[in-house]
């Protein structure tokens, strides 16, 4: 593990692995610097591969409910180390990327995968999660989130009963981040056309909401493009993904 500081001064910790063109992984909502390992081993082959907790996640400081401009500057801390470096951002991880590009952070390009722009991520239902936090009821927040997400409540309870519970409990504080950078679930078009790097949309057949908005997406960057990886879903296949993400870096 390596550290950063953020420029308010909060430590950033990431992992470097890998050797090639620089690579930075911005992970989506319940992810830290271990969540797309499967990613990571494949794109090592060829790049030089950074993954970093964001702020309040992991082996990173910072209050856990950040807000977009201080998440900004904490990619923008990782990318002064990763100089030149291509940015993938998963979910709302995209969402984040995008935000960054948009404000000038320097990057070689862009790709994000299914970036939820879409109907429930308001501000008030981050405001809601925020109060369930700190009313110690981190179990009714992630709860909510994955109402959010579709979860069936059926599928709620059998994740209940699991092993992996306790860690998307311990992350129910960055859930609110997570939301508020969805910018109310409507595609940033004026922001997005803010980007001057080539920017690659991505989202699974399976996922027809997620279509329309990487079509939104690359329809708005200057330098977009899109593509469907057939059959895949928000939970994509690593190796699928990884080729895709080859294919737009070479």
Not at 13 to 33: E, T
Not at 161 to 179: I, K, Y
Request: with cysteine; glycine share 12%; net charge negative.
């Amino acid at each position: 593990m390596k550290t950063v500081q953020s420029s308010d001064g909060t430590t950033i910790a990431y992992d470097c692995s890998g050797d090639g063109l620089p690579l930075v992984i911005v992970a989506g909502a319940f992810g830290d610097r271990t969540s797309k390992r499967e990613l990571t081993a494949v794109l090592g082959r060829e790049y030089t591969v950074y993954e970093y907790d964001r702020r309040g996640r992991g082996d990173s400081g910072g209050t856990s409910a950040s807000t977009a401009a201080q998440e900004v500057e904490d990619l923008s801390a990782v990318l002064a180390v990763a100089v030149d470096a291509i940015v993938f951002g998963d979910s709302s991880g995209g969402a984040l990327a995008i935000e960054a590009a948009a404000a000038g952070v320097p990057m070689r390009g862009l790709a994000v995968y299914e970036v939820p722009y879409t109907d429930g991520p308001t501000l008030e239902l981050a405001d809601q999660l925020d109060d369930l936090v700190a009313a110690d009821q981190s179990g009714e927040a992630v709860t909510a989130f994955l109402a959010l997400m579709g979860t069936p409540p059926e599928a709620v309870e059998q994740m209940k009963a699991g092993p992996f519970w306790g860690h998307l409990e311990r992350l129910a504080g960055t859930l609110s981040a997570d939301v508020r950078v969805c910018n109310g679930g409507v595609v940033p078009a004026e922001r997005l056309q803010l980007i001057e790097a080539p920017l690659l949309a991505l989202a699974g057949g399976a996922s027809p909401w997620a279509v329309g908005v990487a079509e939104a997406i690359a329809a708005a960057a200057p330098h977009g493009t899109l593509q469907i990886l057939e059959a895949q879903g928000h939970a994509v296949d690593g190796t699928l993904l990884a080729a895709a993400l080859a294919e737009f870096l070479r």
